[in-house]
């Protein structure tokens, strides 16, 4: 069974900066691309990373490129976000997902870990 | 950058249809993920590829898309369906991934 846990949330000053982890379980990691979505309190779906099964390929979102970086470790089976700079409407929950079978429709997600941006 | 169009909301009688639409530039010609999100939990896959069911995923969810309009159908809606709904595109010309808005779906 496929399993994503994501970790590393938490209050963080304006300016700060971060490093969420999600662990995965339950398949082949370096078969799959891995993806980053967040979603701030009462809103929608913000897709914010994709980083491909070596990392060749990275895409961010471009609202938020500069600030945002995606890695790998597929020897531990362990996905990165690196978040700095971090403002107000950085918080969020940050969702790891993987996609269903290649593509970029996310058949599995992590539980989430929750942002709070404030001074 | 492309941009879905979705209704904030949709409200529908049990064992009614509901119709949740999603709007992009020739839509049509992209594959439309949507997912259903209850109240703190994560999405769920509910439509893959415009029209594809996941398993575990109930035949009376299905979806279709047509010119700049993507829908996904509900029939005969259960008071289980209440959960908001979100439509997703990968978008080829720009290497972004791209949600809708999400339309909060109400059983009366």
């Known amino acids: 069974e496929v399993h994503l846990v994501e970790s590393g949330g938490g209050l963080v000053k304006p300016g700060g900066s971060l490093r969420l982890s999600c662990a995965a379980s339950?398949?082949?990691?370096?078969?799959?691309?891995m993806n980053w979505v967040r979603q701030a309190p009462g809103k929608g779906l913000e897709w914010v990373a994709s980083i491909s099964t070596t990392s060749n390929y990275i895409y961010y979102a471009d609202s938020l490129r500069g600030r945002f970086t995606v890695s790998r470790d597929n020897a531990k089976n362990l996905l990165y976000l690196q978040v700095n700079s971090l403002i107000t409407e950085d918080t969020a929950i940050y969702y790891c997902a993987r996609d269903r079978a290649g593509g970029y429709d996310f058949g599995y997600w992590g539980q989430g870990t929750l942002v709070t941006v404030s001074s | 950058s492309y941009v879905l169009t979705q209704p904030p909301s949709v409200s529908v009688a049990p064992g009614q249809t509901a119709r949740i639409t999603c709007g992009g530039s020739?839509?049509?010609?992209?594959?439309v993920h949507w997912y259903q999100q209850k109240p703190g939990q994560a999405p769920v896959l509910v439509i893959y590829y415009n029209k594809d069911r996941p398993s575990g995923i109930p035949e009376r969810f299905s979806g279709s898309t047509s010119g700049n309009t993507a829908t996904l159908t509900i029939n005969r809606v259960e008071a289980g369906d209440e959960a908001d709904y979100h439509c997703?595109?990968?978008?080829?010309?720009?290497?972004?991934?791209?949600f809708g808005g999400g339309t909060e779906l109400t059983v009366l």
């Open positions: 997703q595109v990968w978008d080829s010309s720009s290497d972004q991934v791209v």
């Open positions: 339950g398949f082949t990691f370096s078969s799959y691309s």
């Open positions: 020739d839509i049509g010609t992209k594959s």
